[in-house]
């Protein structure tokens, strides 16, 4: 479809769904008329992925660099690494400082890793239509996480609609809606009530805010969380549970997730965390878990995620 016919239908979708907000269906969103929460095949395992992988030779082993059998990367989930906001600033600053990545580069891997945990967690039915995934993406990083997610859950087998309320005018997010909208995925111009969205969407991704966040929640915000606390949809959080103190956690209005997808290493605010536990974000040197101490998972294999609960 064209850029001018998608935007059009766009522009339709997102009047059509304002004229309707009182009483309002999704059907003109959603004509597909099924029932989105059928249909997610149950987790084929809750156990991390096996290595899979052949042994290497000992001559192969001779030539391995010592980064894939660094102590800081461990097979041993238990005394893993939960990172003070501090630390996760600190992080963040080396890899865009002295290692020289870039944004851009970061937030494809972290979004990626998003896509996949949820096809691990949350696989799509094979004869079934996408499952409907609602984004709430907020105005920073973890924001721009979610848009990825979206591309990429679209290539998984997913249907992803956005809910983007904050939008910045930086190049990289403007290029992120953008690449979506080339994909047709479609963005909400506001957040249906809870009712709504447990009728239409077998999942919803919470990246509002990530590990800068700095509480209370803002007024802007306040009712978007509010209504996210009503979802019976289940939730996944991307790095850390929106409107939860980022090394406290929750408090008693804070949204539940299903799951949280932390990145690089978990939040110290994830440390009494119950629910289903994947680490991404595998960008992380040797030399840099080095310098902060980072206990982390070793990766097996090709994957991008490992199970942590
Ligand atoms: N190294 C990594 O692992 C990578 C992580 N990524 C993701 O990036 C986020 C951190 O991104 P950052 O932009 O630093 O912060 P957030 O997206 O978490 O939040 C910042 C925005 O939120 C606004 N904000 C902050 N507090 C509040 C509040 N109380 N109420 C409302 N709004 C709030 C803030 O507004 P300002 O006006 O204060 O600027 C920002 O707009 C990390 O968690 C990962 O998800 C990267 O994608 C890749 C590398
Ligand atoms: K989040």
Known sequence: MSGIVSCSLRYFTATAIRRRSSGLSLQ?????????????????????PSHGTPSPSPSLLSVMSTSSRNSSFSADHSDITYLTQEQATNIDVELFGDYGFTIDQLMELAGLAVATAIAKAYPPPSKAPPPKVLICSGPGNNGGDGLVAARHLK?????????????????????????????????MSFLPDANLVDNNFTLAVDALFGFGFKPPVRPEFVEVLQKMCRFKTPIVSVDVPSGWDVETGPHQDSIKPDMVVSLTAPKKGMQNFHGKHYLGGR???????????????RYPGTELVVQLG
Do not use: H
């Open 28 to 48: 003109t969103l959603f004509p597909s008329g099924a029932s989105l929460t059928s249909g997610l095949r149950a987790p084929t395992s809750s156990a991390p």
């Open 155 to 187: 290539w998984f087998g997913y249907d992803p609609c956005i809910f983007y309320p904050k939008q910045t005018a930086k190049p990289i997010f403007a290029a992120l809606r953008r690449q979506c909208e080339e994909m047709e995925i479609s963005f």
């Open 283 to 297: 960008y992380i040197p040797d030399s840099l878990a080095a310098k902060f101490n980072l206990k982390l998972p």
